[in-house]
């Protein structure tokens, strides 16, 4: 009788590990963020993960600004267009 307790005990904490990496997965694609959260358990499942997500960083990093609002470059006078 105890070695079925410690087998379903196991089994549970399992399925509680696993439906909270559910969870999480769920939540962080819903919001758009969490690269970083699950990003480790991305890269066990697909290793090629490291590499997409650095790309995804790089392209992030080339973002060009949006110019200010009103037409104006950095507050002086001139339209932001050329």
Not at 36 to 55: D, K, Q, T
Request: proline share 6%.
């Amino acid at each position: 009788m105890v070695d079925v307790l410690m087998v379903l005990a196991v089994a549970g904490c399992v399925a509680a590990i696993l439906g909270a990496l559910s969870w999480l997965g769920t939540r962080v694609r819903r919001r758009g963020v969490g690269g970083e959260v699950m990003g480790p358990f991305e890269e066990i499942w697909h290793p090629a993960a490291h590499r997409l997500r650095a790309e995804i960083r790089v392209q992030e990093a080339r973002v060009m600004p949006t110019p200010p609002q009103g037409g104006k470059r950095n507050g002086y006078g001139g339209d932001a267009t050329l």
